[in-house]
């Protein structure tokens, strides 16, 4: 059978209990979305970017079952950060246990809301910047979310938030399917911080496009839930303008399948764009990161820092980017990923690119695998450290790169200590 006609059927079979809401300038956007979505189709291994992920369990008609985790025994993320709190319950905002949405600084409405009254300012970003994210790579999960989303939050920020936005995911029901799809547009000057917990759903597919004005500042930190049986496939679009500053971490423990990508697009001079990722895998366990940055402007500068440690036959990717224009002079663009492997069974599959069309830049990208340093292993045991303690340790300073790219200490030291509780509690190594 053709290539084009088994994608063709899949999409179908994906899509056929799906509702495509009409009406408005929502609808329009999702009408589009669909006719883009159906001349690409859905992605299989044949496809460059999907070589090391199968996206199989993506494509299926419904979500495989899975269980959810005990936490019990770990406190709430970001529990000592004052947050307001937006939750949702397999994919479906509950206004009971989420604040009133009001906060200084900012505007947040849902999804639906918006998408019922005539004019809104989301319907200049809804889908824009994912559409401009389609190219030279499709993403057609992405596309699919655009298309079907059913609910997820817009927030505008007009001067600095009085404290951050936490959008907490649950995930209750062992079959659940959640599509969300956030808008976020900060105007000139503004300053935000987005924080992102829980699970979400057995199937979660979301996509965040980010808007950021000319010298505002977004930050954002993400702890992916730990349902161990959960298979995720999220996409962060951002735009920067002039003098702009993005920030964002995700911390990834636990999932059958969980593909991060991001498209970071700096379109203004003096903008600053620094993504990050921790994961810790252990067996049955499959990350992927896919990121794209584009340098079409002078003087601006990228980082991307991500580590993943895997033990068990667990299996990470990281497949990054960096595309600097013509006329993107002055360009600082460093790229680095890092795996470390607690035993043989185990791999790190790494796909780091650059092309450059301009001669005035200063980029550079590395890629490493390796054991952990026995040298290190054995000098804190013979100081009375147990052997155990001793990996989490050395773990923890692995990790020390990617969590140092977040900028609010008391955040980053929250996830150190529930990093470091999660070793002590489950061993760095098996």
Known sequence: MPLAKVKEDALAARIAGLALPEGGWLGAARA?????????????????YWRYTDPSALNAASPLPASRFDDSDEPPAFEGIDRLKLVFVDGVFDASASDDLTL??????????????????????????????????????????????????????????????????????????????????????????????????????????????????????????????????THLFARLGQGASFKSFTLTANGRLTRNEAVIDLAGSDARAHIAGAAVGDGDFHHDDTVFVIHGAERCESRQVFKKVL???????????????????????????????????????????????????????????????????????????????????????????AIGEIEDDAIADDIRLRLEGWLNRHGAQG
């Open 311 to 401: 033990k068990n036959g667990a299996v990470g990717v990281f497949q990054g980017k960096i595309l600097v224009k013509p006329g993107a002079q002055k360009t600082d663009g460093y790229q680095i990923s890092q795996s470390l492997l607690l035993d043989g069974a185990s791999q790190f599959l790494a796909k780091p690119e650059l092309e450059i069309y301009a001669d005035d830049v200063k980029c550079s990208h590395g890629s490493t695998s390796g054991a952990i340093d026995e040298t290190a292993l054995f000098y804190l045991q013979s100081r009375g450290v147990p052997r155990r303690a001793a990996q989490s340790l050395l773990v923890l300073a692995f990790l020390a790169e």
């Open 32 to 48: 589009d979305a669909l006719a883009r979505l159906g001349a690409m189709g859905l992605p299989g291994r044949r496809d460059e």
């Open 104 to 233: 200084a600084g900012i505007e947040i409405k849902r999804l639906p809301a918006a998408g019922a009254v005539d004019i809104h300012w989301a319907r200049d970003l809804y889908g824009v910047l994912e559409t401009r994210g389609q190219t030279p790579v499709p993403r057609p999960f992405a596309t699919l979310n655009t298309a079907f989303a059913t609910d997820g939050i817009l927030i505008r920020a007009k001067g600095r938030a009085a404290k951050p936005v936490a959008l907490i995911y649950h995930h209750r029901t062992e079959t659940s399917e959640a599509m969300l799809h956030h808008c976020i547009k900060l105007e000139d000057g503004a300053e935000l911080t987005v924080l992102e917990s829980g699970p979400a759903a057995a199937r979660f597919t979301k996509v965040m496009e980010v808007e950021v004005g000319q010298n505002a500042r977004f930050h954002h930190i993400r702890l992916q839930g730990r349902d161990h049986e959960r298979r995720a496939v």
